[in-house]
T-cell receptor, first 109, second 115 residues
Framework: GESVGLHLPTLSVQEGDNSIINCAYS??????FIWYKQESGKGPQFIID?????DKRQGQRVTVLLNKTVKHLSLQIAATQPGDSAVYFC????????FGPGTSLSVIP | DTGVSQNPRHKITKRGQNVTFRCDPI?????LYWYRQTLGQGPEFLTY????????KSRLLSDRFSAERPKGSFSTLEIQRTEQGDSAMYLC?????????????FGQGTRLTVV
């Protein structure tokens, strides 16, 4: 079936470096994409979204890039901090939200 | 707190018992979703409602599972004759497709342990 997948299951970065988390999606009808952050024992937390008519969106320390040609999303976190350590999910939406398996980000102090 | 609220946060039950979880969505959201998440996996879609209408059910939702949203506000998810394989985090989320931010916002989940 249609799914969203992630290229890297784990990522370790040095504090202060930039992080890039990648994601592939397969449903060409999806028109809205979301990145979530999930800390242990908590529900997914909304980070940033992007509509299919955009290719880049910036938030505070985060940037999402969308490449519809190759059905690829990425999340860039600038100046990664220990508090950024979590599992990150990309998700696509047409009617319901479909998640990928997640990338675990570890920040090394 | 105006976020999504789920109760209880934790539930331990014996195999074969029935359990019911409650979700209170963000008040202006008309869509409500249920997901299940096991350790190391992403949330898996179970079902969703628009107002009181249940629009889609995953094939993961066996006949032991039933969800309701009778007045288009809160929702309940019931699992009958629980099995050990039902042990998971059950997540509820809500959204509104007409809002600027269409994203589903999640509650903190109900962790079910079947012993």
């Amino acid at each position: 079936g249609e799914s969203v997948g992630l290229h890297l299951p784990t990522l370790s970065v040095q504090e202060g470096d930039n992080s890039i988390i990648n994601c592939a999606y397969s449903n060409s009808a999806s028109d809205y994409f979301i990145w979530y952050k999930q800390e242990s024992g908590k529900g997914p937390q909304f980070i940033i979204d992007i509509r299919s008519n955009m290719d880049k969106r910036q938030g505070q320390r985060v940037t999402v890039l969308l490449n519809k040609t190759v059905k690829h999303l990425s999340l860039q976190i600038a100046a990664t901090q220990p508090g950024d350590s979590a599992v990150y999910f990309c998700a696509e939406t047409y009617d319901k939200v479909i998640f990928g398996p997640g990338t675990s980000l570890s920040v090394i102090p | 707190d105006t976020g999504v609220s789920q109760n209880p946060r934790h539930k331990i039950t014996k195999r074969g018992q029935n359990v019911t979880f409650r979700c209170d969505p963000i008040s202006e959201h008309n869509r409500l979703y249920w997901y299940r998440q096991t350790l190391g996996q992403g949330p898996e879609f179970l079902t969703y409602f628009q107002n009181e209408a249940q629009l889609e059910k995953s094939r993961l939702l066996s006949d032991r599972f039933s969800a309701e949203r009778p007045k288009g506000s809160f929702s309940t998810l019931e699992i009958q004759r629980t099995e050990q394989g039902d042990s998971a985090m059950y997540l509820c989320a809500s959204s509104h497709p007409a809002l600027e931010v269409r994203a589903a916002f999640f509650g903190q989940g109900t962790r079910l342990t079947v012993v």
